[in-house]
T-cell receptor, first 114, second 117 residues
Framework: GESVGLHLPTLSVQEGDNSIINCAYSNSASDYFIWYKQESGKGPQFIIDIRSNMDKRQGQRVTVLLNKTVKHLSLQIAATQPGDSAVYFCADTGDSGGYQKVTFGTGTKLQVIP | EAGVAQSPRYKIIEKRQSVAFWCNPI?????LYWYQQILGQGPKLLIQ????????DSQLPKDRFSAERLKGVDSTLKIQPAKLEDSAVYLC???????????????FGPGTRLTVL
């Protein structure tokens, strides 16, 4: 079936630097994407979302970029902090019998080096 | 606001035994999901409820897994009998509204880590 996948399993970043986490998706019909953060021992937490009619969306210290031409998403975290250490998932939302179904990718582990 | 409650947090059983997990979503969240998250992977949807009705159980292994949400509030997920490959974290999530609007955020519980020996 269709899948949402990530390029790198682990990313190590120096504290204070910017982080970029990438994600490729395969379903051309996907029109809504979500980034989640999952800390150790916790469930995923919503970070930011983007619709396919946008190519960029900004939040607090985070920016998501969407390139529909190459079916690629990225999550940029500015001034990475130790508290940003977690696994990050991109996900897309598709219709399942009229209800929204979220499909998660594999995840990228972000390690922040103090 | 209280978060999504799940219990137990950890469970260790032997294969062929049965196990049950409990979830209580945020008050008012009509949509409830159970996910299975195998180590190193993203969560995979097992079942979705809208109030007390099932709207998607296409990925639930129904020969051994069952779930219910009798009063449309809390929910239980059961595995009987368990297999080694069922070792995973079982996440519960809730969502406001009808589950049809993609912008409605899912709120996850901390999960139950199941180890099958």
């Amino acid at each position: 079936g269709e899948s949402v996948g990530l390029h790198l399993p682990t990313l190590s970043v120096q504290e204070g630097d910017n982080s970029i986490i990438n994600c490729a998706y395969s379903n051309s019909a996907s029109d809504y994407f979500i980034w989640y953060k999952q800390e150790s021992g916790k469930g995923p937490q919503f970070i930011i979302d983007i619709r396919s009619n946008m190519d960029k969306r900004q939040g607090q210290r985070v920016t998501v970029l969407l390139n529909k031409t190459v079916k690629h998403l990225s999550l940029q975290i500015a001034a990475t902090q130790p508290g940003d250490s977690a696994v990050y998932f991109c996900a897309d939302t598709g219709d399942s019998g009229g209800y929204q179904k979220v499909t998660f990718g594999t995840g990228t582990k972000l390690q922040v080096i103090p | 606001e209280a978060g999504v409650a799940q219990s137990p947090r950890y469970k260790i059983i032997e294969k062929r035994q049965s196990v049950a997990f409990w979830c209580n979503p945020i008050s008012g969240h009509a949509t409830l999901y159970w996910y299975q998250q195998i180590l190193g992977q993203g969560p995979k949807l097992l079942i979705q409820f809208q109030n007390n009705g099932v709207v998607d159980d296409s990925q639930l292994p129904k020969d051994r897994f069952s779930a219910e949400r009798l009063k449309g509030v809390d929910s239980t997920l059961k595995i009987q009998p368990a297999k080694l490959e069922d070792s995973a974290v079982y996440l519960c999530a809730g969502r406001e509204g009808t589950g049809r609007r993609r912008e409605d955020t899912q709120y996850f519980g901390p999960g139950t880590r199941l180890t099958v020996l």
